[in-house]
């Protein structure tokens, strides 16, 4: 948290609280390496339940964010924010998305299926988005502050 903390912290309400920030990968904006049809196929496979809900929903709503950037999803004593910063982490990022803390039930730790860590924010409103992180203790910690 402290890595990202330059980024996040003045982005921040007055009188609100910093509680976690992990990195992430939304799966919505995921992408493998390589070009071609076989990688256009395992992309696409790996976007299958990304976001679930309908139109208007809390997790329709979370940006699709592609290419080199920081992708960042902070946790407050308020809210749940979804931020990207460039490759300098010690320089204010750009909040893209955030909602009530209320407004998220649960994270759900999903099959690891590649490499990195696959889980699942559940929303108030029957919505879903689903990330990616490079370890399952940064699932284990968001799942601690935002439930379980």
């Given amino acids: 948290m402290n890595r990202y903390r330059q980024a996040v912290e003045p982005l921040l309400e007055p009188g609100e609280r ?6 992430v990968i939304p799966v919505a904006g995921a992408e493998g390496i390589g070009d071609g049809a076989g990688a256009a196929i395992g992309n696409a496979l790996g976007r299958i339940g990304a ?21 960042l999803l902070v946790v407050s004593d ?17 909040l893209r998305w955030h909602v009530p803390r209320g407004a998220v039930l649960r994270v759900e730790r999903r099959p690891r299926l590649q490499a990195m860590a696959r889980f699942r924010l559940h929303f108030a409103d029957g919505s879903a988005v689903s990330m ?15 439930g379980r």
């Fill in 132 to 146: 990616y992180t490079m370890r399952r203790g940064t699932i284990e910690a968001l799942a601690d502050h935002l």
């Fill in 78 to 94: 308020r809210r749940a924010a979804f931020v990207t910063s460039g490759p300098d982490v010690r320089k204010v990022g750009q």
């Fill in 51 to 71: 976001v679930s809900g309908e139109a208007g929903s809390i997790a329709r709503g979370f940006p699709r964010v592609e290419g080199v950037m920081t992708k």
């Fill in 18 to 23: 910093l509680v976690d920030v992990a990195k």
